[in-house]
């Protein structure tokens, strides 16, 4: 079955320490991979794409399709940064979505 | 560009009885999918349209749950009637073409009673 799994419910880290969200997948074939940020009280939006590699606000996330793995990461974490993150996966060709549970991550000033 | 649009924002009702929710994409956003977001939870998938055909339903409990995406442009999701298990932030998204970024809607929060 296609499956997203975030291990962590809650992170916290102190602001200008670093900052990894774990995502782990398991899909047949070669899926597209996400992340997605809810700010509080915003909408869910995207905030990268493996696909298009780029850094959105000084995140990143590789793609490790040995460990099936696509951490999202950021060298120092930052007051603004926290926000409920999710990972997300589609199957090649499928164009939708499945989600994992997502991670609160909380920056302490 | 204005977003994706949901109404009403909360919903309170009781076990058994019926619900909509609509739903406004993006304008010219030809892919409009819907979500069940339980407390706790990622976002599952309910359905999928393209223009004003059913990709996906799969995930969609058809025995009480409808949905509609007249024109091609709005949509409306229903349940009924409702149960308790039911209760949930419902999501409306829509992109432009597959598999482009969806943008999402800010969510219906239905409480069942």
């Known amino acids: 079955a296609q499956r997203v799994t975030q291990p962590e419910k809650l992170l916290s880290v102190f602001k200008g320490a670093p900052v990894e969200l774990k995502c782990n997948y398991s899909?047949?074939?070669?899926?597209?991979l996400f992340w997605y940020v809810q700010y509080s009280r915003q909408r869910l939006q995207l905030l990268l794409r493996?696909?298009s590699r780029e850094s959105i606000k000084g995140f990143t996330a590789d793609l490790n399709k040995g460990e099936t793995s696509f951490h999202l990461k950021k060298p120092f974490a930052q007051e603004e940064d926290s926000a409920m993150y999710y990972c997300?996966?589609?199957?090649?060709?499928?164009?939708?979505?499945?989600f994992g549970k997502g991670t609160k991550l909380s920056v302490i000033p | 560009e204005a977003g994706v649009a949901q109404s009403p924002r909360y919903k309170i009702i009781e076990k058994r009885q019926s619900v909509a929710f609509w739903c406004n994409p993006i304008?010219?956003?030809?892919?409009l999918y819907w979500y069940q977001q339980i407390l706790g939870q990622g976002p599952k998938l309910l359905i999928q349209?393209?223009?004003?055909?059913?990709?996906?339903d799969s995930q969609l409990p058809k025995d009480r749950f409808s949905a509609e995406r007249l024109k091609g442009v709005d949509s409306t999701l229903k349940i009924q009637p409702a149960k308790l298990e039911d209760s949930a932030v419902y999501l409306c998204?829509?992109?432009?073409?597959?598999?482009?970024?969806?943008?999402f809607g800010p969510g219906t929060r239905l409480t069942v009673l």
């Open positions: 998204a829509s992109s432009p073409r597959l598999p482009d970024t969806q943008y």
């Open positions: 899909y047949s074939g070669s899926p597209e």
């Open positions: 493996h696909i």
């Open positions: 997300a996966a589609s199957g090649a060709g499928s164009y939708q979505l499945t």
């Open positions: 304008s010219g956003h030809a892919t």
């Open positions: 349209f393209q223009n004003n055909g059913v990709v996906d």
